[in-house]
Nanobody, 130 residues
Framework: QVQLVESGGGSVQAGGSLRLSCAAS??????????RAWFRQAPGKEREGVAA????????YHADSVKGRFTISQDNAKNTLYLDMNSLKPEDTAMYYC?????????????????????WGQGTQVTVSS
């Protein structure tokens, strides 16, 4: 069983920056075998994929709405996933979740589908004020 714990959320003004972290812990966790992703969900909206990265290949994907502003990265030695968020906008306000699935790929057409992931963190709130 994989446990995911997010941290780093908070309240910032528009144009500001935050870094989210997601630490993974589990007996038998193999860093090179997971697609790990960030999702977000605003009140009244569906959960949407923000970015994903494969722990083995390091190939990453970003949603169009965050390209050029957000960057996903990882430190496999620490089993930790990051999301660097710059130029934040009020519409980025949401609960941010990290997720993981044991797989050989993330996939350009699949990485943002919530049903692919069987491990989820509890979420960290990001609030951006104008």
């Amino acid at each position: 069983q994989v446990q995911l714990v997010e941290s780093g959320g908070g309240s910032v003004q528009a144009g500001g920056s935050l870094r989210l972290s997601c630490a993974a812990s589990a007996s038998g966790y193999t860093a090179g075998s997971y697609c790990r992703a960030w999702f977000r969900q605003a009140p009244g909206k569906e959960r949407e994929g923000v970015a994903a990265i494969h722990t083995g290949s390091a190939y990453s994907y970003h949603a169009d709405s965050v390209k050029g502003r957000f960057t996903i990265s990882q430190d496999n030695a620490k089993n930790t996933l990051y999301l660097d968020m710059n130029s934040l906008k009020p519409e980025d306000t949401a609960m941010y979740y990290c997720a993981a699935v044991l797989t050989t790929y993330c996939g350009a057409d699949d990485w943002a589908r919530t049903y692919r992931y069987n491990y989820w963190g509890q979420g960290t709130q990001v609030t951006v004020s104008s």
